[in-house]
Nanobody
Framework: QLQLVENGGGLVQPGGSLRLSCAASGFALDYYHIGWFRQAPGKEREGVSCISSADAKPYYADSVEGRFTISRDSAKNTVYLQMNSLKPEDTAVYYC???????????????WGQGTQVTVSS
């Protein structure tokens, strides 16, 4: 059974940091492009970042460029999203997803995790 599980969400003050993890079971993450998306209440799901399968090349949305870093630990079959300098507008449910190319369109991805809540508030 192919499964993605996110962890690491929580409540953080503006300017703070969080590290999200996306652990896979039933398949090797290295063979997929892994994307991070987020969805705030009343808004569409937004592509945040992606790491490509072959060369681990990272991609970022303009809104998070320079603040977020995506990485992969093949031994742990886990992808991480390090989020620094968090802003209230980063508040959302964050999802990881596996697909066969990096894209900001959620329909590109085949497998999804259940999501983890990130709240940035003072």
């Amino acid at each position: 059974q192919l499964q993605l599980v996110e962890n690491g969400g929580g409540l953080v003050q503006p300017g703070g940091s969080l590290r999200l993890s996306c652990a896979a079971s039933g398949f090797a993450l290295d063979y997929y492009h892994i994307g991070w998306f987020r969805q705030a209440p009343g808004k569409e799901r937004e592509g945040v970042s992606c790491i490509s399968s072959a060369d681990a090349k990272p991609y970022y949305a303009d809104s998070v460029e320079g603040r977020f870093t995506i990485s992969r630990d093949s031994a742990k079959n886990t992808v991480y999203l390090q989020m620094n300098s968090l802003k209230p507008e980063d508040t959302a449910v964050y999802y990881c997803a596996a697909g066969h190319r990096c894209s900001s369109y959620y329909s590109t991805y085949d497998y999804w995790g259940q999501g983890t809540q990130v709240t940035v508030s003072s």
